[in-house]
């Protein structure tokens, strides 16, 4: 019988972020000037989460790991364990990680796998700043639920998908994704994850463009 691990996903933010942090920022050759620059989030902001003195709160994570151009699982999922053969999620037990555009609400999750799912409502209904836009090494699948969106990515023009309508995209360009009806959508976002986050010990490969 397959052993599986029946645990929530990225429940929390805790101190030990500070060093993923400093490492994806300083193997993509990044000063805290550079990030800060990248993210909206102060030098001193940054320096006190590296060095473990705060754990920041999603949001702040959430900019960080946009201004380093990875998912934010990438950075605090790292305490989880390394060689899950099955995570099951149970619904009851959703957390979820707002921010100002949208709400996350994060699904099983292996560290060693590839994938990285989540839940997404979408409430913003004007585009975004540039800075706000998400970037990530990969592809991304998108599904829409209920609501209708538009998908716009740096270089196209946008997309409208209604509920049923899917898409998949390189992530590795800015994207960001905007409420087209009359209320939030939900759609169901999965993105692949960087070498770093499946248990290889490589060193994190910088990525071109990220900023």
């Not at 909206?40 to 900019?63: D, L, M, P, Q, R």
């Not at 998908?161 to 169901?188: M, N, Y």
């Not at 960087?194 to 071109?208: H, I, L, T």
Request: aromatic content about 4%; hydrophobic content about 35%; glycine content about 12%.
């Amino acid at each position: 019988m397959t052993a599986t691990s029946d645990r929530t996903p990225v429940s929390g933010v805790g101190l030990a972020v500070g060093p993923s942090i400093r490492r994806y920022r300083v193997a993509k050759g990044l000063t805290l000037a550079g990030l800060a620059r990248r993210s909206g989030v102060s030098i001193a902001t940054i320096s006190k989460i590296e060095n473990g003195k705060i754990s920041g709160g999603f949001e702040t994570i959430y900019k960080l790991a946009r201004g380093l151009g990875v998912l934010v699982t990438e950075i605090i999922d790292g305490e989880a364990e390394a060689r899950e053969p099955m995570v099951v999620h149970r619904g009851s037990r959703s957390d979820v990680h707002p921010t100002g555009l949208y709400d996350y609400y994060p699904q099983a999750l292996r560290h060693a796998g590839a994938l990285n799912p989540y839940l997404m409502v979408i409430h913003t209904r004007t585009v975004p700043d540039r800075l706000d836009w998400s970037i990530h090494d990969g592809e991304e699948v998108i599904i829409v639920l209920e609501g209708a969106i538009e998908l716009h990515q740096e270089g196209a023009p946008p997309h409208s998908l209604d509920t049923g309508d899917s898409a998949c995209f390189d992530s590795g360009r800015r994207h960001c994704f905007v409420s087209a009806g009359k209320g939030p959508a939900r759609i169901v976002s999965v993105s692949t994850r960087g070498p770093a986050m499946r248990g290889d010990e490589r060193q994190v490969p910088s990525r071109r463009g990220a900023g």
